[in-house]
């Protein structure tokens, strides 16, 4: 039986009606991330494999499991990205000033996935270093690779995360997302990528590269395999001030989407997209007219976002303390961060006024498939580009949620965004749903 290709529920069934065991399962992926590691073009997906405790949790899980104890995710594999707190594993954060730390605490998502629902990590996942960067070309551990081709970048900041669950080396793993580090890798390397809404998911153990913009979320082989884990991990943490006061909730998928409404922001189909991305997004537009939806045109973007958008920022992260510091300092704080307030303020607007005429906003999730090793190094601008359709909604603080929708020419995978309202998961999850099944 071919154990890589499984998604939750099969692995759930597969516990439940013994065709393996968790250790089985466990041990194979250990296996595939072994194998891989061992190539000369390693997909770098891993900075710790945590072999002995995935084992013996894995053989806990089994003990549940036999005496029929276990919760719906026991005894499943999770890869977790490594600026993520695991207690007594290491976290890097993929920076050299972090070696040799190991947590003292776990994030509230390990506690809820891992401690709660015993699911076996199976390692920390290579990403950005200190999540800054849109290529995981800055991590101190190497780059990780993009699995359709290895000379290409899987995307970042979570690309270690996007190409474990590509590639068969987890079948599902935790990213986080500031301006679009789940969406943009899982859009590079096939795979769901979903960014909950603000304040849904405990940020408690997460290290923090923008307070008021991250998110964690998941990145999975499919849409339902991304409502299973938020399901599991979202909700109010007293340790977390920025959580919402809300319970769990369960996502109805029914892929049902006769009379949505669908926003097509014009102003997102710019100069920079590739041909190919364009192509493929109206090949979604007409797909979701198949299904029922209904197409609005909108628009959702201030004159001057889309002028500011352009001008661009760096990535290694002596560039953005050094920026930070400097927009923060005292003669410029007006001038940059008090304008960067007003522009976000602008854009949340933007998305209130087009969620009044339309339940869900599609768009590319970058304007290019994925980009070789070394392409955009020494252009920053370019490479923050990557990120142009995905930043707004972090600043927004709304759901979005990235799925494959095709493949450009050269075989790589290009993905399509849906941006719900606030706390609309529900409806973002079903409509991305409804085309993955129509895809399939």
Known sequence: MDLTNLKIKDIVEGLKNKKFSSYEITSHYLENIKKDQSREDSLNAYITI????????????????????????????IGIKDNINIKNLPTTCASKILEGYKASYDATVIERLIRKEKMIPLGKLNMDEFAMGSSNETSHYGVSRNPFDR?????????????????????????????????????????????????LVSRYGLVAFASSLDQIGPIAKCVEDAAIILSAMEGYDEKDSTTLNIKSRKYNLTGNIKGIKVGIPKEYFIEGVSEEVLTNINQVIELLKKLGAEIVEIKTLSELYVKSRSKGFGTEVKRRIMLGTYVLSSGYYDAYYLKALKVRKLIKNDFDNAFKNVDVILSPTSPTPAFKIGEKLDDPISMYLSDIYTIAVNLAGLP???????????????????????????????VSFAIEQALS
Do not use: H, W
């Open 50 to 77: 945590s072999e002995k405790e995935a084992l013996e949790m894995a053989k806990e899980a089994d003990e549940l499991i036999k005496k029929g104890n276990a919760t719906m995710l026991t005894g499943v594999p």
């Open 400 to 430: 979005a949620i990235s799925i494959p929708t095709g493949f450009s020419k050269d075989g790589l995978p290009i993905g399509s965004q849906f941006i719900g309202r606030l706390l609309d998961e529900e409806t973002v999850l079903n």
């Open 151 to 199: 000379t290409r970048v899987p995307g970042g900041s979570s690309g270690g995360v996007a190409a474990a669950v590509a590639s068969g080396l987890a079948p599902v793993a935790l990213g986080s997302d500031t301006g679009g580090s789940i969406r943009q890798p899982a859009a590079f390397c096939g795979v769901v990528g979903l960014k909950p809404t603000y304040g």
